[in-house]
T-cell receptor
C-alpha cells in the first residue's frame, strides 16, 4: 500500500534562506508526483509536477527533484520570502491506478521577515 | 480564464438538511474529484468521475452523493446521513492518462453545521 510522508511537519526560517522540503513514498511504481501550495482557508495551487521518467522540474525559485528508486522527492525553495509562507503538500499518482492521488500531510512553512 | 470554480465559499447546514456544493471547470478535463480536508488529516477522496454519467466512490463516500450530467460540472450533495459534515471541501480536475495528469483545484467550500 502506497504511503506518503512529509518531513518536517513544520518549519520556520528567516527570510532569504534556501530551504528543502522532503516527501517520501513507499512504492516506486508511480506515474508522477505533484507538489502543491495551500494558503490558510484556500484551495490548492499546483506548483510542479514531475513525471516518473523525469528527474527534476523547475519553476522560478522552485526546484523539485524525484528519485524513484529511493522513494524520495525534494522541493527546493531558493531565497525564501515571507510570501512563501504556506503549507506545502506532495501527492503521488500510483501506476496502474491513476484515478487516486495519495497525499502527504504537508509541511507548514513560516518565513519570517 | 481557465480554471475550477467552487461555490459557495461558505455554507451553513442545519441538522437533517441536505446541501449541494457546486463545482464547475472550463479546462476540458475528463476527470473530476471531490476531497474533504479536516485539520491534522490528509486529503480524503469522497467521489471521482472519469466520464459523463459515471462516477465511483472514494474512500469516504458514505453520506455523500454526486452527479455528472455535464463534463463541466460535478456537484456534491452532503446528505443528512453524513453525521459529521463540518469540513473544508475541495474539488479538482485532471486529464486522464499516465504521466502528465496534473491536478488542478478550486478554492474550496467551507461547510459548517449550525
Amino acid at each position: 500500500k502506497q504511503e506518503v510522508t512529509q518531513i518536517p511537519a513544520a518549519l520556520s526560517v528567516p527570510e532569504g534562506e534556501n530551504l528543502v522540503l522532503n516527501c517520501s513514498f513507499t512504492d516506486s511504481a508511480i506515474y508522477n508526483l505533484q507538489w502543491f501550495r495551500q494558503d490558510p482557508g484556500k484551495g490548492l495551487t499546483s506548483l510542479l509536477l514531475i513525471q516518473s521518467s523525469q528527474r527534476e522540474q523547475t519553476s522560478g525559485r522552485l526546484n523539485a527533484s524525484l528519485d524513484k528508486s529511493s522513494g524520495r522527492s525534494t522541493l527546493y525553495i531558493a531565497a525564501s520570502q515571507p510570501g512563501d509562507s504556506a503549507t506545502y503538500l506532495c501527492a503521488v499518482r500510483p501506476a496502474g491506478n491513476n484515478r487516486k492521488l495519495i497525499w502527504g500531510l504537508g509541511t507548514s512553512l513560516a518565513v519570517n521577515p | 480564464d481557465g480554471g475550477i470554480t467552487q461555490s459557495p465559499k461558505y455554507l451553513f447546514r442545519k441538522e437533517g438538511q441536505n446541501v449541494t456544493l457546486s463545482c464547475e471547470q472550463n479546462l476540458n478535463h475528463d476527470a473530476m474529484y471531490w476531497y474533504r480536508q479536516d485539520p491534522g488529516q490528509g486529503l480524503r477522496l469522497i467521489y471521482y468521475s472519469q466520464i459523463v454519467n459515471d462516477f465511483q466512490k472514494g474512500d469516504i463516500a458514505e453520506g455523500y452523493s454526486v452527479s455528472r450530467e455535464k463534463k463541466e460540472s460535478f456537484p456534491l450533495t452532503v446528505t443528512s446521513a453524513q453525521k459529521n459534515p463540518t469540513a473544508f471541501y475541495l474539488c479538482a480536475s485532471s486529464i486522464i492518462g499516465q504521466g502528465n495528469t496534473e491536478a488542478f483545484f478550486g478554492q474550496g467550500t467551507r461547510l459548517t453545521v449550525v
